[in-house]
Structure formats: C-alpha cells, structure tokens
C-alpha cells in the first residue's frame, strides 16, 4: 500500500509436524535434511545423547513422512539422566553467550 507507514513481512509457510501431510511435508522435511540440521544437532547432542539414539532420531526424521501419527513420540531424543548430571546449570531467564 502507497504511503503506508507500517511494514507487514511475508509470513514464512511451515507445516507442523504433526499434521504434514503430501507436497507440503515433504518441503518441510527437505528443511531438516540439510547438512546444517545434521551438524548443529550433532554439536547439540554432543555428548548428551548415546549415537545409537542419534541415529535412531536421525532415522526416524529421515522417515518421517511415513511416520504414523500413533508414533510421534519417536521424535523424543531420549537422554539418560546420567548425562543430565553432567550437563552444565543455565541460569534461568534469557542469556547471551558471550
């Protein structure tokens, strides 16, 4: 609109998950295929979750277009508690790493 002094983005098409279904899943899928995804949830899981379990994950995201929606719960990483222990305490509240 001319003259108009308010900006309105484009709003970014995403399909959730649990309802993706057709073309439109597989695009969103195609999102998390990438190298990117693999590399900063490999650096996210580091050692907190077991590789066997990043895989499984890794696997069941792969497949996910063929994911019945009785077993969503597959996309839970499981983590043992034991690592948990080990994990760094975050303050709660917002933080910038620095």
Known sequence: MAGSSTYDPPQQQTTPIATSAGAGSRRFLRLFRGPQYLRK???????????????????????????PAGDLDALNVIVDPRALERAPVIAPGIWLAG
């Open 41 to 67: 949830f490999t650096e996210l899981a580091g050692d907190v979750v077991e590789p066997a379990e990043r895989e499984r994950f890794l696997s069941t995201v792969d497949a996910l277009a063929d994911l």
